[in-house]
């Protein structure tokens, strides 16, 4: 049986989710920029990370934050404009990318619809490279990963039965996803693993069925199982409405 690997945080509600995570990234970010100068984050899509951001650009957060020592990527996008309702990047300046002093120069928005998807991906890869710090295989290291959680076992775009789950060799893929039927363009799995922290962030009891499943099934049934950080920490941050399904031994 597979179980749900890494720390688990469980909060009473998506608020206090919301401030655990901030001050997680208030550690992490203060940590970065004590050892390598700045803070390298990819933040998650979604609506979940909307209050996460909301808690952020606000005190005590929006001055603890060392905001030009941040640069911000995004773990998977649509393949939208920039400023169309669905994307991430819009949502991200919406929520926080506009309410903190953060440089334009550090924001790197993973979709421009003057290329298609794979020109996209092509040219994110080429993005991380010249900016992440890569390790010694080459592989861009993020000091935090943010991901969210799909109905469906999903994570960032890894979405089950497509081809990204077995994309082994580029840092960045477009993949086209039926049941959407759209394309989306995402970090790959060994990415998201070569990160030195995960945060996983799921909220709601709509996800409490999905979180059971993915707790008891065995390993490789949903895209989220993948999520397995090769020297990095992996951390789950749950409110008890999603954690309310998890097995005894889980929480
Ligand atoms: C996206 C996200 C995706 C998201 C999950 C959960 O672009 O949609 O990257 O992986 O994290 O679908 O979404 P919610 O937070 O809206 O439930």
């Known amino acids: ?41 990819a933040l998650s899509g979604g609506s979940t990370p909307r209050l996460l951001h909301e808690v952020l650009a606000q005190a005590p957060y929006r001055d603890a934050v060392e905001w030009e020592k941040v640069w911000v ?3 998977d996008e649509r393949s939208v404009p ?14 926080l990318l506009s309410q903190v002093p953060i440089p334009a120069t550090q924001v790197f928005p993973m979709f421009a619809p003057a290329l298609d998807a794979p020109q996209n991906a092509q040219h994110y890869a080429a993005q991380l490279a010249e900016h992440v710090p890569l390790d010694a295989e080459g592989w861009p290291v993020f000091d935090l990963i943010l991901l969210g959680m799909g109905d469906d076992g999903h994570t ?11 994309e082994a060799e580029k840092s960045v893929a477009a993949v086209y996803v039926d049941k959407l039927v759209t394309w989306r ?67």
């Open 82 to 95: 920039q400023d169309h309702p669905q994307s991430n990047y819009h949502m991200a300046v919406e929520t």
């Open 156 to 166: 960032a775009s890894l979405f089950p039965g497509t081809s990204i789950l077995q």
């Open 185 to 251: 363009v995402s970090l790959t799995y060994p990415v998201l693993n070569h990160a030195r922290h995960i945060a996983v962030m799921v909220a709601g009891a709509g996800k409490a069925e999905t979180l059971r499943q993915v707790a008891q099934s065995a390993a490789g049934s949903f895209p989220i199982q993948g999520i397995a950080p090769v020297a990095g920490e992996l951390h789950w941050f749950l409110d008890r409405a999603a954690a309310a399904r998890l097995p005894q031994g889980e929480t």
């Open 1 to 41: 049986m597979a179980s749900i690997k890494g720390h688990i945080h469980i909060l009473q509600g998506a608020d206090e989710l919301s401030r655990a995570l901030a001050d997680y990234w208030l550690r992490l970010c203060r940590e970065a920029v004590q050892q390598r100068g700045r803070f390298m984050v």
């Open 73 to 75: 990527f995004f773990g």
